[in-house]
C-alpha cells in the first residue's frame, strides 16, 4: 500500500533562519506530488507541484521553493524565513496520469510551522 | 478549473443527515466533482467524487444535479466525529485547488 511521510511535525524557527521541510511517498512511482500551506484559520493555498523529477510550477511568488531531487521525495525550502511563512504546509500526491476518474489525493499529516 | 461556492458554516444534530450543498455552476464536461474533510489539525481527508451519476461510499453520497450545476453530499447518519471542514472541489487538470469550504458542526 502507499504511503506518504512528513517531517517534522511541528517546528519553530527564527525570522531569517532557513528552512527544509521533507515529503516522501512510498508503495508507488511516478506520482505527483504537491506542496500547500494553510495559514491559521484560513484555506488551503497550493503552493507547488510537480509532474516528474526536477519539475516544479509554482502556483504563488513567495519566499518559498521546492525541488524534487528524486521520484518519490519533495522537498520545501526557504532560505531566510519571514514571519508571515508560519502555517500548517501539508504534502500530497497522486497518481501520474491523474485525470480524476479513479483517483483522489492523500495528504500526509503536515508540518507545523511557526516562524518567531 | 471551475469554482465552487458553499455556505461558510451549518448545524447538524447527531444521528441525523447532513446534507451539505456545493454549486458549480461553471463547471465543464470532462471535470470531477471532489469532496474533502479536514478535521482540526490534521491534513484533508478524501470523501467522495463522480462525474455525472450519483455516488455512495461507506463514508458517504454525492448526489450531482442532471444539469451537473450543483451537488450536494450527505453523511447519512452525521456523528460529533464528522465535525470538520468539508470542501467540494472541482476538478479537470493537475492541481485539487482549495476554497474556504463550510464548516460542519454535528451537536449532542
Known amino acids: 500500500s502507499q504511503t506518504i511521510h512528513q517531517w517534522p511535525a511541528t517546528l519553530v524557527q527564527p525570522v531569517g533562519s532557513p528552512l527544509s521541510l521533507e515529503c516522501t511517498v512510498e508503495?508507488?512511482?511516478?506520482?505527483?506530488l504537491y506542496w500547500y500551506r494553510q495559514a491559521a484559520g484560513r484555506g488551503l493555498q497550493l503552493l507547488f507541484y510537480?509532474?516528474?523529477?526536477?519539475?516544479i510550477s509554482s502556483e504563488v511568488p513567495q519566499n518559498l521553493s521546492a525541488s524534487r531531487p528524486q521520484d518519490r521525495q519533495f522537498i520545501l525550502s526557504s532560505k531566510k524565513l519571514l514571519l508571515s511563512d508560519s502555517g500548517f504546509y501539508l504534502c500530497?500526491?497522486?497518481?501520474?496520469?491523474?485525470?480524476?476518474?479513479?483517483?483522489?489525493?492523500?495528504f500526509g499529516s503536515g508540518t507545523r510551522l511557526t516562524v518567531v | 478549473d471551475a469554482k465552487t461556492t458553499q455556505p461558510p458554516s451549518m448545524d447538524c444534530a447527531e444521528g441525523r443527515a447532513a446534507n451539505l450543498p456545493c454549486n458549480h455552476s461553471?463547471?465543464?464536461?470532462?471535470?470531477?466533482v471532489y469532496w474533502y474533510r479536514q478535521i482540526h489539525s490534521q491534513g484533508p481527508q478524501y470523501i467522495i467524487h463522480?462525474?455525472?451519476n450519483n455516488e455512495t461510499n461507506e463514508m458517504a453520497s454525492l448526489i450531482i444535479t442532471e444539469d451537473r450545476k450543483s451537488s450536494t453530499l450527505i453523511l447519512p447518519h452525521a456523528t460529533l466525529r464528522d465535525t470538520a471542514v468539508y470542501y467540494c472541489?472541482?476538478?479537470?487538470?493537475?492541481?485539487?485547488?482549495f476554497g474556504a469550504g463550510t464548516i460542519l458542526r454535528v451537536k449532542s
Open positions: 500530497a500526491w497522486t497518481r501520474r496520469g491523474f485525470t480524476g476518474a479513479t483517483y483522489g489525493y492523500t
Open positions: 508503495g508507488t512511482s511516478n506520482p505527483n
Open positions: 510537480s509532474v516528474g523529477i526536477g519539475q
Open positions: 461553471t463547471i465543464s464536461g470532462n471535470e470531477y
Open positions: 463522480g462525474l455525472k
Open positions: 472541489i472541482v476538478r479537470g487538470g493537475n492541481k485539487l485547488v
